[in-house]
Each structure stands twice: as structure tokens, then as C-alpha cells.
């Protein structure tokens, strides 16, 4: 298996929102697996003119979903050397709703909707994608990408994190042979995780399921990440001590747990 790891600097923070959101557009302090694999996925599209859909049967898919196939573990964590926390704040914004309701009244044409977005101005994130390589060597073929694995990685730069505007910079990357290693530990949160309650925080995220990159319903599942004080479900504080998994993959120090696919 190969990995990437990134240590990346917020500008402002991320728009990455729960799907499906209506009336409330809420969201969580660290994004899904499922950004992270788009993130890479955007990146390797840019370099090599990649489309943004891809055809799955008669379903229109995004092309992150063909390097979703190959992905063996994907995760944020909070950095314990970042300067801030992260808060989520939600704030009313008027939206423009005729082209979906149609009515004729006026007072009827606009609504207002609760949109939320995570604040972190300069705070230090971790991500990180762990491939089987032979299945993303697979897929990147399929798409007409002829470069080597290795080629293609060390070429990914990420820009930003969610919406358009979450923009990052690259502080530090890590390319290399990843190796599952039993009863690791991590600072990127997990579904199953060994940690003393008073040092993490619960994350209700969605997986990295089909249905997240084709349409439908998407699944979602509890998860836990190392976090320090006052941190809550919409406010987390860099992290005082990692968590146990009792499967990761690991590069080098840095060990995400391995997805149920």
C-alpha cells in the first residue's frame, strides 16, 4: 500500500456541510474521509485534464469515486501543534427559492436558511490517504492517466478543503510505502478508538460510501478523535494525547484506521 500525508494551514476554516441539509445546513469541526479522497481525487483531475463525472452503469458519478475504489483509509485530525482550535458557527443567509418552489407571490421568492461553516483562521490540520496500489494503478488507467502510482502522488498538491473558498496551504507532505500495523497509536479520528473520554470528542460524519459520490442517502457513523479541553460536538481544541486503534495504517508516524469497505 502507498500513503499520502499532509500537514496543511487554514486560511479562515472549510465549508464542508451534512449532506442532504435543508432549512439547516450544519457541520461538523473536522471533515468526513470523503473530503479528503476528494480532495486528492480534484487535484490528480486538474494535473491530468480528468472530467469532473464519470459514468458508474447508468448512474453519473464524480471522478473521486474511481480513487475512492483504491482507498484503503482516509482521515483529518486536529494538529496538537496548531496555534487555534476549531468552532462551528452557523449564520442566517437569504437565499434566492422561486426556481424551486415556482410561487407567483413575492414575498415567497426568497427564505432564509442557517448555514454553517467551521472557523479556524491559521490552525493546523492533518490528512491523510492510504491506496492499495495496485487497485489505484487500476483505476487511473481506466481514466486514461498513464503515469506511474508514484508519479502521480508526488504530484498531488491540495488547494483547499470543502467548498471553493477553504483554501490551505501545504505546510508539510509525505509520500511512502504505507504498512498496517496493529494496536497503533493516532491523533485522526476512528470509529472504533481506546481513549480515555475526558481527552476526545464524539463525530457524527458521513462514510465514504457510493452513495456520497453518486447521489442518495448517505450513511453515517459515530466516530471518535483525540481532542483537549472545553471541545465539544461544534468546538474542538488541539489534542493533549493520541488514541488507540487496534488496526491502522501507518506512515511513518502517522496511522489511520483502516475503512470497513
Known amino acids: 500500500m502507498i500513503g499520502l500525508f499532509f500537514e496543511l494551514e487554514l486560511a479562515w476554516g472549510f465549508g464542508v456541510r451534512y449532506p442532504k441539509g435543508t432549512?439547516?445546513?450544519?457541520?461538523?469541526?473536522?471533515p468526513p474521509p470523503?473530503?479528503?479522497?476528494?480532495?486528492?481525487?480534484?487535484s490528480i483531475a486538474v494535473r491530468y485534464g480528468l472530467p469532473e463525472s464519470v459514468r458508474e452503469g447508468k448512474r453519473?458519478?464524480?471522478?473521486?469515486y474511481r480513487i475512492r475504489k483504491a482507498v484503503k483509509g482516509a482521515a483529518f485530525a486536529l494538529s496538537p501543534e496548531s496555534p487555534t482550535g476549531i468552532v462551528v458557527r452557523a449564520e442566517i443567509t437569504k437565499i434566492m427559492q422561486i426556481i424551486y418552489t415556482g410561487k407567483k407571490d413575492e414575498k415567497e421568492w426568497t427564505g432564509?436558511?442557517?448555514?454553517?461553516?467551521?472557523?479556524a483562521p491559521k490552525a493546523i490540520i492533518y490528512m491523510m490517504?492510504?491506496?492499495?496500489?495496485?487497485?489505484?494503478?487500476?483505476?487511473?488507467?481506466?481514466?486514461?492517466?498513464?503515469?506511474?502510482?508514484?508519479?502521480?502522488?508526488?504530484?498531488?498538491?491540495i488547494r483547499r478543503i470543502g467548498s471553493k473558498e477553504g483554501i490551505v496551504a501545504m505546510k508539510s507532505k509525505i509520500v511512502g510505502e504505507a504498512e498496517e500495523e496493529k494496536g497503533v497509536?493516532?491523533?485522526?479520528?476512528?470509529?472504533?478508538?481506546?481513549?480515555?473520554?475526558?481527552?476526545?470528542?464524539?463525530?457524527?460524519?458521513?462514510e465514504p460510501t457510493k452513495e456520497v459520490f453518486c447521489g442518495g442517502a448517505p450513511k453515517y457513523a459515530l466516530y471518535k478523535v483525540p481532542s483537549g479541553p472545553f471541545s465539544a460536538q461544534a468546538v474542538l481544541t488541539p489534542p493533549k494525547k493520541k488514541g488507540v486503534i487496534s488496526r491502522g495504517l501507518c506512515l511513518k508516524d502517522y496511522c489511520v484506521e483502516v475503512l470497513e469497505n
Do not use: H
Open 23 to 30: 432549512a439547516a445546513q450544519m457541520a461538523p469541526p473536522l
Open 185 to 206: 497509536e493516532t491523533y485522526f479520528y476512528a470509529k472504533k478508538m481506546d481513549i480515555d473520554e475526558n481527552f476526545s470528542t464524539d463525530l457524527l460524519l458521513w
Open 112 to 119: 432564509a436558511q442557517a448555514v454553517a461553516s467551521a472557523y
Open 34 to 42: 470523503s473530503t479528503a479522497i476528494g480532495a486528492v481525487a480534484e
Open 129 to 157: 490517504v492510504v491506496f492499495d496500489e495496485s487497485l489505484l494503478e487500476r483505476e487511473l488507467r481506466f481514466m486514461g492517466v498513464d503515469d506511474s502510482v508514484e508519479r502521480v502522488l508526488e504530484g498531488v498538491t
Open 60 to 64: 453519473v458519478c464524480s471522478t473521486a
